[in-house]
């Protein structure tokens, strides 16, 4: 994991005159791109006739990608703390853009279940990390207003 050493939490030490608030922003950012689960309800009708069935079963990829936010920031909170905000939010983004591949083969495939393990199981664990890591460094970054850092 050489090629990957640049992630260390060593490496993410901020160096003298660095301003907190260039954090908020970048955690805006990878907030609104992981608040794109969210958006299911606009294509939801197209996966509906895509693969011939009901709204239920459509929406139990929704169900299952929410359920693993939650399930993976509780388990993974204390490794996020450990590794730092740089390791945490790559390994995000891997989880978040495999489960899109994962979620893209079922469909191309006509696979629902590839979708259930794509875009739900997988991308619902990028989604509880990526949510997690820019909550909490944002808490420590500011400290002294946790209202600002929490939302």
Known sequence: ???????DREHTVAGPGF??????????AVHLCIGQAYATSVYKNALVAHFDTSLTAIGVIFSIAIVMLGVSAAVMGTWVDRVGPRKAMFAAACFWASGFLVGALGIGTDQLW???LGYGFIGGI???IGYISPVSTLIKWFPDRPGLATG
């Open 114 to 116: 590839l979708v259930y």
């Open 126 to 128: 990028g989604l509880g």
């Open 19 to 28: 301003s907190r608030w260039l954090i908020p922003p970048a955690a805006l």
């Open 1 to 7: 994991m050489a090629a990957l050493a640049f992630l």
